[in-house]
Nanobody, 127 residues
Framework: QLQLVESGGGLVQPGGSLTLSCAAS????????IGWFRQAPGKEREGVSC????????NYADSVKGRFTISRHNAKNTVYLQMNSLKPEDTAVYYC????????????????????WGQGTQVTVSS
């Protein structure tokens, strides 16, 4: 079965850190651009960050620049999102998505019709 599985979410205080993981099963993540997206209650899904298959192209939403870092370990078939200096407005369900042949840019983060999506992991930032 081809799927993406996110993990690492949880409850953290403002200013804290979390690292999310996106692991692929049934296919090789190395051939895909991977993006992280989030959706807060009552809001539309928004793109957070993406990384190209080679890892050489990376893009971030303005709201997370300087605080979040995306990386990939193709040998482990996993992509990570390190989130630092978390704010209450970062609270959302975080999803990863894979796009074959896609370019990591603002357009990738704006689209939702990617090849594979995970089921999401909840991140709650609250004191």
């Amino acid at each position: 079965q081809l799927q993406l599985v996110e993990s690492g979410g949880g409850l953290v205080q403002p200013g804290g850190s979390l690292t999310l993981s996106c692991a692929a099963s049934g296919f090789t993540l190395a051939y895909y651009t991977i993006g992280w997206f989030r959706q807060a209650p009552g809001k539309e899904r928004e793109g957070v960050s993406c990384i190209s298959s080679s890892g050489r192209s990376i893009n971030y939403a303005d709201s997370v620049k300087g605080r979040f870092t995306i990386s990939r370990h193709n040998a482990k078939n996993t992509v990570y999102l390190q989130m630092n200096s978390l704010k209450p407005e970062d609270t959302a369900v975080y999803y990863c998505a894979a796009g074959s042949g896609s370019v990591c840019n603002d357009m990738f983060l704006a689209l939702t019709d990617h090849d594979y999506w995970g089921q999401g992991t909840q991140v709650t930032v609250s004191s």
